[in-house]
Nanobody, 122 residues
Framework: QVQLVESGGGLVQAGGSLRLSCAVS????????MGWFRQAPGKEREFVAT????????DYADSVKGRFTISRDNAENMVYLQMNSLEVEDTAVYYC???????????????WGQGTQVTVSS
């Protein structure tokens, strides 16, 4: 079993930055590709970013490319999402997920955190 706990969410003004963290415990962290997803009020959960087990390859949703950066620290069992130039449209609950392969779809991930709220004000 794998447990994921997100942190770092909060309220920020448009144009500001936040760094989300996801602590992973349980089975060997390096076995898992990691992803970030988000769900805005009244909308379906959507892909944000993903990173391979080694951290060498990343992929992003078009809406966040150039503004968000996913990274991981395999020594500390942590994955991060650095969010810059935040927009009101980025307001959502952000979820960390772990799965066997890098993917942009929810069904490829086996484990999920409880989510952390990010609110961007205008």
């Amino acid at each position: 079993q794998v447990q994921l706990v997100e942190s770092g969410g909060g309220l920020v003004q448009a144009g500001g930055s936040l760094r989300l963290s996801c602590a992973v415990s349980g089975r060997t962290f390096v076995l898992y590709a990691m992803g970030w997803f988000r769900q805005a009020p009244g909308k379906e959960r959507e892909f944000v970013a993903t990173i391979t087990q080694s951290g060498r390859f990343t992929d992003y949703a078009d809406s966040v490319k150039g503004r968000f950066t996913i990274s991981r620290d395999n020594a500390e069992n942590m994955v991060y999402l650095q969010m810059n130039s935040l927009e009101v449209e980025d307001t959502a609950v952000y979820y960390c997920a772990a799965g066997p392969v890098q993917a942009t779809t929810e069904r490829r991930y086996d484990y999920w955190g409880q989510g952390t709220q990010v609110t961007v004000s205008s």
